[in-house]
């Protein structure tokens, strides 16, 4: 990975910044697989802009990630993979059995979280923090349709325990124009007030 | 090991919103020989459990509900000057850590944790701040 910081801005702005994104997303979600659960990924397939609508899978974990604009990144899982990484992250703690379900879902939350905040250290720029919200989970196989300004990446991994797919949704080049436009806005009025 | 100080057992109060994190934690700690007193899982319940049970230590989450990590530190810092917190979080943004340090933090562990680590850290911020308590 090159040392120049990625933006949230350019990552919706430029498709190669959005490749680079989902490559570290797609990097750190296998070592963790590997380091934290003991699964190995078998493939990792990249899309993007071919997707108009989100299918998520058995449990999803979502997190938005703010800068001077939000991605929203979503984790969605197979049943039989999100059963086994919690079975493997949960060993040698005591849970009752009718707390399973809410535990499952605790690890997909965590799991995100972890993943994110440490791919975040790629976006760093001196004096700016980039706020990650709290998990929130989503039960059930459902379909999410794009809106459409909006831009879908998505990751599919393979692993030797189930499959995942890694959403990440970006609010679009209008968006980013009317920042630019305010950002101008902005200069024009403190020059003028400067003259 | 002989010749090898032990380490006193310290009453630690685990902060973080993930329910998995805070049983694995309290395990962690456990089996390095520490107690869990408390734990809470926002920082608006962070600092009412401070106050009830004055824990040695603290590990706080950064991202959390209703009041972060950072802002549960500065209500902890400013109420007990004295206190020891360890920021634990999955964020590895230099920002974070220098914001954390600002308001008072004495340590920072990144997520995944392992024991060894935690271990380690519990020991050199007591070790350097623990006469002052």
Redesign the interface.
């Known amino acids: 990975m090159e040392n120049k910081p990625l933006t949230v801005e350019n990552v919706i702005k430029t498709e190669a910044d959005g490749k680079k994104l989902i490559e570290a997303i797609a990097h750190r979600t296998s070592s963790f697989l590997m380091e934290e659960v003991s699964i190995n990924t078998l493939q990792t397939n990249y899309e993007i802009d071919k997707i108009n609508k989100l299918e998520l899978k058995y449990l999803t974990s979502i997190i938005v990630v703010e800068d001077d604009v939000k991605l929203t990144l979503a984790f969605s899982f197979e049943k039989k993979l999100i059963e086994n990484i919690f079975k493997e992250y949960s060993k040698g703690i005591e849970i009752d059995d009718d707390e399973v379900q809410i535990y499952v879902e605790e690890t997909a939350g965590d799991m995100i979280n972890i993943v994110m905040g440490n791919v975040l250290s790629y976006f760093q720029q001196f004096g700016k923090t980039i706020l990650i919200s709290s998990p929130i989970i989503i039960n059930g196989a459902k379909s999410i349709s794009r809106y459409k300004d909006s831009r879908f990446y998505s990751i599919d991994i393979s692993t030797d325990n189930g499959e995942m797919v890694i959403y990440c949704i970006t609010p679009g080049e209008k968006i980013i124009s009317h920042l630019e436009n305010g950002r101008r806005e902005k200069d024009e009025k403190y020059e003028h007030s400067r003259s | 090991m002989e010749g090898e100080k032990k380490m006193k057992s310290m009453n630690i109060l685990v902060v973080d919103?993930?329910?998995?994190?805070i049983?694995?934690m309290t395990?962690m700690i456990e089996d390095i020989g520490h107690n869990v007193v408390a734990n809470a899982r926002s920082g608006i319940e962070a600092i009412k459990q401070y106050e009830i049970f004055k824990p040695d230590i603290v590990t706080m989450d950064i991202?959390?509900?209703e009041m972060n990590g950072i802002e549960a530190l500065k209500r902890i810092m400013e109420k007990d000057s004295s206190a020891i917190v360890i920021m634990v979080?999955?964020?590895?943004?230099?920002?974070?850590v220098i914001?954390s340090v600002e308001v008072g933090a004495k340590g920072y562990l990144?997520?995944?944790l392992k024991e060894e680590q935690l271990k380690n850290c519990i020991e050199k911020v007591y070790e350097k701040y623990g006469e002052a308590k």
């Open positions: 919103d993930s329910l998995i994190t049983k694995k395990k991202t959390m509900p979080t999955s964020h590895g943004q230099e920002q974070m914001n990144l997520k995944p």
